[in-house]
């Protein structure tokens, strides 16, 4: 893979970090700017919601611009958004930055996307994507824990200053190995657009094919983030383990998505269909085992990883699949796939939260990660040769 990939990847752990950093930081931020833990929580929320958003708006902004211009100055705007962050003491500004930080991170991972498809032969977008989003599982294996462990031994602030220093060597990387693209041909008029024009590419979301792959990696990703919100109480309240076994949960799910996009990045290029028949049902039954078997601290923690590799390695393939369906959108096709991640990002963990109530508690967001794949699977059924490369982009291979 080329060495771009690995410094965009780069990037993203550190957008990665800050995407996930604040559910140890939170009590500490509410107490330093004066409001309810409760309140806090809007933090994580905004965020979300600012990825959602911003994926197909900051996409659509800089599809006219040179993708290293793009990725820089997606750069230049996350690295202002925390050094804010850092600064203030008003909870108004911090939230504003967190939106500000999300917009920065969805235009930057759409155009990444985007980027990583052209840097690789046609049918290796696959791969590209899973090295992408090892910068992302990288971040709750090492950043999300490294981000706690600074909070706790200076401040909140410091895990800011943090991120923002970790986007110097990504913008040197960016320059260093980003080719500069005007994105027009020799002899095009300044003043004519470049690209495909935009009513085009957004037409393609009618596509069948691709509306069925964005469904399906949303129901995914709202499986994994449903139980990984509220992993927590899982491992203190069910399983009766200290609280510091919290961050060896984490750590092992991270570890286990690293493993599973790697994997799956392997496949999902060639043999998505079978990724999809095989990985689909072991990650529900993997789900209903967890939420059977949840009590029994072994059984949880290897369920954890295994849970975090089937997760990541289906959802990635489906996120690949993207890709592949929307290359008629060249410079949107990025933030069709960072939306459709956000929203079952965003989606996953509001369904979970709902069944806390419910008669199984703390298991709930695990049941509710099972129906969500469930559905998926039968989503899936149906149109399962849909999932399999198309007769065009067989032709590439």
């Not at 931020?29 to 929320?45: E, R, Y």
């Not at 496949?267 to 095989?278: C, F, I, K, M, N």
């Not at 975090?308 to 410079?331: N, Q």
Request: hydrophobic share 55%; with cysteine; charged share 10%.
């Amino acid at each position: 893979m080329p060495l771009p990939l690995y410094l965009l990847a780069v990037a993203l752990f550190a957008m990665g970090t800050s995407e996930f950093m604040l559910a140890g930081l939170l009590p500490d931020i509410a107490a330093d700017v004066g409001v309810p833990v409760a309140t806090a929580g809007l933090l994580t929320s905004a965020f979300a919601i600012g990825m959602v958003v911003g994926a197909p708006l900051m996409a659509g902004l800089a599809r006219q611009w040179p993708q290293r211009s793009s990725l820089l100055g997606f750069l230049g705007l996350f690295l202002v958004a925390h050094v804010l962050g850092a600064c203030t003491s008003s909870f108004t500004v911090l939230l504003a930055t967190r939106i500000l930080a999300a917009l920065a991170n969805a235009g930057f991972l759409a155009v990444a996307l985007t980027a990583a498809a052209a840097l690789v032969p046609p049918d290796r977008k696959g791969r590209a994507l899973a090295v992408l989003l090892a910068g992302i599982t990288a971040a709750t294996i090492a950043g999300v824990p490294g981000g706690a462990l600074v909070g706790t031994l200076l401040d909140w602030r410091a895990t800011f200053w943090g991120i923002a220093l970790l986007c110097l060597p990504s913008a040197l990387g960016v320059v260093s190995s980003i080719p500069v693209k005007t994105g027009r041909t020799k002899g095009e008029r300044p003043d004519k657009p470049a690209g495909p024009d935009l009513r085009r590419e957004l037409a393609e979301l009618l596509r069948p094919r691709l509306v069925l792959v964005l469904l399906l990696g949303a129901l995914v990703n709202a499986a994994t983030f449903g139980t990984f919100t509220f992993l927590a109480p899982i491992v203190t309240e069910v399983a009766g383990l200290d609280p510091l076994w919290v961050s060896v949960a984490l750590v092992l799910f991270g570890l286990g998505s690293f493993a599973g996009v790697t994997v799956a990045g392997r496949l999902s290029d060639r043999r998505p269909g079978v990724v999809v028949a095989v990985g689909g049902p072991l990650l529900l039954s993997g789900w209903v085992t967890l939420a059977l078997t949840a009590s029994a601290p072994v059984a949880l923690l290897i369920l954890t990883f295994a849970q975090g590799a089937l997760s990541f390695g289906l959802g990635s393939t489906l996120i690949a699949r993207v890709l592949y369906e929307a290359s008629d959108a060249p410079t949107m096709a990025g933030s069709y796939a960072t939306a459709a991640l956000n929203v079952g990002a965003t989606a996953g963990p509001v369904l979970a939260a709902a069944t806390l109530t419910s008669g199984s508690a703390e298991l709930g967001p695990v049941w509710a990660s099972s129906a969500l794949v469930a559905g998926a699977l039968l989503l899936a059924l149906p149109f399962r040769q849909a999932l399999e490369p198309s007769d065009d982009q067989n032709s590439v291979r």
